[in-house]
């Protein structure tokens, strides 16, 4: 395990998904899933169903699960980095495919457990790729400079 590709890394990859999501959030949650949120919504916390939505109450649990996440993710992908080919960033887009497989598996696992549309697990699951796929390119370039493999 690689300490600087696990924080450096890790903080990196959080940072780059938070913003991907910043933008894919307007488009997808506030715009293509409100109405389909709005008849699911026994489903959502409380703070989800005020008008306006209380994210504020909300960050504090979204930040620490985020950060927790990417830094689990950069520690995996500090291990096994060495199973992928290519550039810095290709082994990190390769890695987030892989993230990605883990989240569409499980996705359609709880799928079948919670009620919701399919049209809602299908948008997920698309803004899932983006994030990984982009985070994964990034947590890969930047542990490529911090933490060349052979150093590791």
């Known amino acids: 395990m690689n300490w ?3 924080f450096i890394g ?16 307007p ?13 699911t919504a026994s489903f959502w916390r409380p703070e989800l169903n005020q008008d306006p ?3 504020a ?6 930040i620490a699960t985020g950060l927790f996440g990417a830094l689990v993710a950069a520690g995996i992908y500090s291990v096994i980095r060495g199973s992928f ?18 989240h569409l598996t499980a996705s359609l696992g709880w799928s079948g457990v919670f009620n919701l549309p399919m049209e809602i697990w299908g948008w997920w699951i698309f803004e899932a790729l983006l994030v990984y796929l982009i985070g994964g390119a990034v947590l890969g370039w ?3 400079k911090v933490a060349p493999e052979h150093s590791a």
């Not at 990196?12 to 959030?25: A, F």
């Open 57 to 62: 109450a909300l960050m504090p649990r979204w």
């Open 10 to 25: 890790g903080i990196c990859l959080y940072i780059v998904q938070w913003l991907v999501s910043m933008g894919t959030g």
């Open 142 to 144: 930047v542990s490529a």
């Open 85 to 102: 080919s290519g550039a810095g960033w290709l082994k990190g887009v390769k890695f987030g495919l892989v993230l990605w497989l883990f």
């Open 27 to 39: 488009l997808i949650h506030e715009g293509v899933l409100t109405d389909v949120y709005k008849q």
């Open 4 to 6: 600087k590709v696990i």
């Open 53 to 55: 939505p209380d994210m």
